[in-house]
């Protein structure tokens, strides 16, 4: 049974039991529906409560119905019957109220929730708004502007911002439903219907309106932020079953749209990651961690195991790398802090399990250890041979290395059936992808660690297998070789970073690399330049660029110019770009923002078919999530496998 009702004296007490996350399936609306009735139809009972078993209260519409045909009650059905039910009814939240979750929440008569419960409209992330009044009730409950950024920003709140907004009534420390009974003993039934009470208008029109304007710029071209936006301010304006009927409109217009099925598609491909039997074994220990090196990503792995509560045991090549490191893991932390995502009192405890050290004795404690030095292979070959004396036999080693032969690197330890790559992306305290890389001889517990390690870490993890830069930089270095392909045609920079702007990208190749530094990548072009075929096309322009000392915006001019801080198209460049079409004869060609994206998406694709002919990614989902995750591929667009299975569809009908 999905939903069951108790009675407890003169109060119900109806119960949700649909694991895993009490998804408001048919069976729940249909359950919910009868005992609106069973309820009102008793005089006895004077008060419902509702609340859910298991992890969470209802997380949402159930997704997984979304590709059929709908059927009855539908969701807003339900929360109208619960609105207007003659026996008031009270929320007892515990865990995620999430999207039409909240919208029963918000048809309650009130509402009560666990103080570490989140509350939240996470619609737009499914490219959806809400579709069951959650636009009108949130604004008579909590302040235009709240409501505004929950419903257009999608992220959820905590319990006591959600008291403090009036989003619930009363915050529970103890026992969530003996406080919703004492709650519904002091219910008289006059408290107003949520839908009767006005709507909060924004304290200064001025700001409301820049915040609007603010989010629909913001959405890079994402419909449901735009429509999100829409109707709050329509909720504001319109009377509430007008805007009842408007948003429902929304809802199923955008239910249909090629951009909801995409962001579904991200959704489920990136819980679909790590369903390798591999990834399901029993894990080791890995509370204590040694991180090697401490430089740009060092610092940001040992952050994120720091913030995720394991042990940092950090270690630099002398004294004053590892303060220098000591200091960077700190200021690292000291931001996590100021952003919030740590307390003060958090922030001084993680202290006591963080430790910089200049030799490798300290990592005879760790259970897991992650190499961060500099991508030499002789170099990082080393360190795994000390590593294979000085740590425990049963120790993980784990090298992030970005390009290199993990199976090579896992050939200098006795046993290389403990050695993985876990490929993390810059920053690594906050970037959400990580990249197991399964070299062959690695132990299948050594990979169930390692996808445990990243679940904790909350990261969206994929497996890949060894090649030339594992998924994610080897298909960024197709359509990056594409880009500069595009230069010599007859684009410039600025072309090509504007239309994949435009496409929906937070920022375009070159403005990405400038940002980066050209250096790195040029050390390596010069150090494949011996082996590199000679019949295949090379762009030099980056090259020229670097001879020029022009290394990106740490040197004020890379492929563009920066004036204040902002890039600025560099005739200097256009001009070198001219000499090489000339040198090598190339007609420069028009080449308009749609050809510009064909080509860079055709790229980005072609490369990621040989990955998956070649085994290296597990299906088409992982390419997605590695694109969207790790290269800020538009989550709207599905990722490049999922628009050509659409490219592919419609040559087919
Ligand atoms: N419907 C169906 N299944 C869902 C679901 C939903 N709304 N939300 C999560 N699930 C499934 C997941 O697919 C996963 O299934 P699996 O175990 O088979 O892979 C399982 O529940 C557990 O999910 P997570 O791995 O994500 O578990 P977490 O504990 O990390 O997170 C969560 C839980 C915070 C609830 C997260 O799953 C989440 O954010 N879910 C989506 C919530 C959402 O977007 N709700 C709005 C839906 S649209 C809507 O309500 C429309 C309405 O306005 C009309
Ligand atoms: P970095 O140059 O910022 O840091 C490297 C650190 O390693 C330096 O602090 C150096 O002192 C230390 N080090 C060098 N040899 C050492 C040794 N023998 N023992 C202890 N410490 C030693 O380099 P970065 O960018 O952090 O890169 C590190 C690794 O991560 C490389 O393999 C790189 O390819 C990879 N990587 C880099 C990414 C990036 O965006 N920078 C992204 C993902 C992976």
């Given at each position: 049974?999905?939903?069951?009702?108790?009675?407890?004296?003169?109060?119900?007490?109806?119960?949700?039991?649909?694991?895993?996350?009490?998804?408001?399936?048919?069976?729940?609306?249909?359950?919910?529906?009868?005992?609106?009735?069973?309820?009102?139809?008793?005089?006895?009972?004077?008060?419902?409560?509702?609340?859910?078993?298991?992890?969470?209260?209802?997380?949402?519409?159930?997704?997984?119905?979304?590709?059929?045909?709908?059927?009855?009650?539908?969701?807003?059905?339900?929360?109208?019957?619960?609105?207007?039910?003659?026996?008031?009814?009270?929320?007892?939240?515990?865990?995620?109220?999430?999207?039409?979750?909240?919208?029963?929440?918000?048809?309650?008569?009130?509402?009560?929730?666990?103080?570490?419960?989140?509350?939240?409209?996470?619609?737009?992330?499914?490219?959806?708004?809400?579709?069951?009044?959650?636009?009108?009730?949130?604004?008579?409950?909590?302040?235009?502007?709240?409501?505004?950024?929950?419903?257009?920003?999608?992220?959820?709140?905590?319990?006591?911002?959600?008291?403090?907004?009036?989003?619930?009534?009363?915050?529970?420390?103890?026992?969530?439903?003996?406080?919703?009974?004492?709650?519904?003993?002091?219910?008289?039934?006059?408290?107003?219907?949520?839908?009767?009470?006005?709507?909060?208008?924004?304290?200064?029109?001025?700001?409301?309106?820049?915040?609007?304007?603010?989010?629909?710029?913001?959405?890079?071209?994402?419909?449901?932020?735009?429509?999100?936006?829409?109707?709050?301010?329509?909720?504001?304006?319109?009377?509430?079953?007008?805007?009842?009927?408007?948003?429902?409109?929304?809802?199923?217009?955008?239910?249909?749209?090629?951009?909801?099925?995409?962001?579904?598609?991200?959704?489920?491909?990136?819980?679909?990651?790590?369903?390798?039997?591999?990834?399901?074994?029993?894990?080791?220990?890995?509370?204590?961690?040694?991180?090697?090196?401490?430089?740009?990503?060092?610092?940001?792995?040992?952050?994120?195991?720091?913030?995720?509560?394991?042990?940092?045991?950090?270690?630099?090549?002398?004294?004053?790398?590892?303060?220098?490191?000591?200091?960077?893991?700190?200021?690292?932390?000291?931001?996590?802090?100021?952003?919030?995502?740590?307390?003060?009192?958090?922030?001084?405890?993680?202290?006591?399990?963080?430790?910089?050290?200049?030799?490798?004795?300290?990592?005879?404690?760790?259970?897991?250890?992650?190499?961060?030095?500099?991508?030499?292979?002789?170099?990082?070959?080393?360190?795994?041979?000390?590593?294979?004396?000085?740590?425990?036999?049963?120790?993980?080693?784990?090298?992030?290395?970005?390009?290199?032969?993990?199976?090579?690197?896992?050939?200098?330890?006795?046993?290389?059936?403990?050695?993985?790559?876990?490929?993390?992306?810059?920053?690594?305290?906050?970037?959400?992808?990580?990249?197991?890389?399964?070299?062959?001889?690695?132990?299948?517990?050594?990979?169930?660690?390692?996808?445990?390690?990243?679940?904790?870490?909350?990261?969206?993890?994929?497996?890949?297998?060894?090649?030339?830069?594992?998924?994610?930089?080897?298909?960024?270095?197709?359509?990056?070789?594409e880009a500069d392909y595009l230069i010599e045609d007859g684009a410039l920079p600025a072309d090509v970073d504007r239309a994949m702007r435009d496409?929906?990208?937070?920022?375009?190749?070159?403005?990405?690399?400038?940002?980066?530094?050209?250096?790195?990548?040029?050390?390596?072009?010069?150090?494949?330049?011996?082996?590199?075929?000679?019949?295949?096309?090379?762009?030099?322009?980056?090259?020229?660029?670097?001879?020029?000392?022009?290394?990106?915006?740490?040197?004020?001019?890379?492929?563009?110019?920066?004036?204040?801080?902002?890039?600025?198209?560099?005739?200097?460049?256009?001009?070198?770009?001219?000499?090489?079409?000339?040198?090598?004869?190339?007609?420069?060609?028009?080449?308009?923002?749609?050809?510009?994206?064909?080509?860079?998406?055709?790229?980005?694709?072609?490369?990621?078919?040989?990955?998956?002919?070649?085994?290296?990614?597990?299906?088409?989902?992982?390419?997605?999530v590695v694109m969207t995750s790790g290269y800020g591929f538009p989550r709207w667009r599905g990722g490049p496998m999922f628009m050509k299975a659409?490219?592919?569809?419609?040559?087919?009908?």
């Amino acid at each position: 049974m999905a939903v069951t009702l108790e009675r407890d004296g003169d109060c119900a007490v109806v119960t949700i039991d649909n694991p895993p996350v009490n998804a408001a399936s048919h069976a729940v609306r249909q359950g919910l529906m009868e005992a609106v009735a069973t309820c009102d139809a008793d005089p006895a009972v004077r008060t419902v409560i509702l609340r859910c078993t298991g992890r969470t209260f209802v997380a949402g519409a159930d997704i997984r119905e979304f590709g059929q045909p709908p059927k009855e009650p539908h969701l807003p059905d339900v929360v109208a019957a619960i609105e207007t039910a003659d026996t008031p009814w009270i929320a007892a939240i515990h865990g995620t109220a999430l999207g039409g979750g909240l919208e029963l929440a918000m048809a309650c008569r009130a509402r009560i929730a666990a103080d570490d419960a989140k509350l939240g409209l996470p619609e737009v992330n499914l490219g959806l708004i809400p579709g069951a009044g959650g636009t009108v009730r949130l604004p008579r409950l909590v302040p235009a502007e709240t409501a505004l950024t929950m419903v257009a920003g999608g992220k959820p709140v905590g319990a006591a911002q959600a008291h403090r907004a009036g989003l619930v009534d009363e915050v529970a420390e103890g026992d969530l439903l003996a406080a919703a009974r004492d709650m519904a003993r002091s219910t008289t039934g006059d408290e107003p219907r949520t839908l009767e009470r006005p709507v909060r208008h924004p304290a200064d029109a001025d700001s409301f309106a820049a915040q609007k304007a603010k989010l629909i710029a913001k959405a890079r071209g994402q419909q449901s932020i735009e429509a999100a936006v829409h109707a709050v301010a329509r909720a504001l304006e319109l009377p509430a079953d007008e805007a009842l009927a408007a948003e429902r409109d929304a809802f199923l217009e955008l239910k249909a749209s090629d951009q909801s099925a995409a962001l579904r598609h991200i959704f489920m491909a990136e819980r679909a990651t790590l369903s390798d039997p591999r990834c399901k074994g029993r894990p080791h220990p890995f509370g204590t961690v040694g991180v090697i090196g401490g430089g740009t990503m060092g610092a940001g792995i040992a952050a994120a195991c720091l913030l995720s509560g394991l042990t940092v045991i950090l270690v630099e090549r002398d004294g004053e790398a590892a303060q220098a490191a000591h200091e960077r893991v700190s200021s690292i932390l000291d931001q996590s802090a100021r952003r919030g995502i740590v307390d003060e009192t958090m922030r001084a405890a993680i202290g006591n399990r963080f430790s910089a050290h200049d030799g490798y004795a300290p990592l005879s404690r760790a259970d897991l250890v992650i190499e961060a030095i500099f991508e030499e292979m002789d170099v990082k070959k080393a360190v795994f041979a000390t590593l294979d004396t000085v740590t425990k036999a049963d120790a993980i080693l784990a090298t992030n290395t970005s390009y290199l032969d993990v199976n090579a690197i896992a050939s200098t330890v006795a046993d290389p059936s403990r050695v993985i790559g876990l490929h993390f992306f810059s920053p690594a305290h906050i970037m959400k992808l990580l990249e197991i890389v399964v070299p062959d001889r690695v132990a299948d517990d050594v990979v169930a660690t390692a996808a445990a390690f990243a679940k904790r870490l909350r990261k969206t993890a994929v497996l890949s297998g060894v090649c030339d830069g594992f998924i994610a930089n080897r298909i960024m270095s197709a359509y990056r070789r594409e880009a500069d392909y595009l230069i010599e045609d007859g684009a410039l920079p600025a072309d090509v970073d504007r239309a994949m702007r435009d496409f929906g990208f937070p920022m375009g190749v070159f403005e990405m690399q400038d940002l980066a530094g050209l250096d790195i990548a040029w050390a390596m072009r010069k150090r494949r330049a011996a082996t590199r075929d000679p019949n295949e096309r090379y762009v030099a322009i980056a090259d020229k660029l670097c001879e020029q000392g022009r290394f990106g915006r740490k040197t004020g001019a890379g492929w563009y110019r920066y004036e204040d801080a902002k890039p600025v198209a560099d005739p200097e460049v256009t001009a070198l770009i001219d000499a090489e079409r000339a040198r090598k004869g190339i007609e420069p060609a028009s080449l308009p923002d749609d050809a510009i994206m064909d080509r860079i998406v055709s790229a980005m694709q072609s490369e990621a078919q040989k990955v998956l002919d070649e085994g290296i990614a597990s299906g088409p989902g992982d390419i997605d999530v590695v694109m969207t995750s790790g290269y800020g591929f538009p989550r709207w667009r599905g990722g490049p496998m999922f628009m050509k299975a659409r490219q592919d569809a419609g040559e087919r009908a």
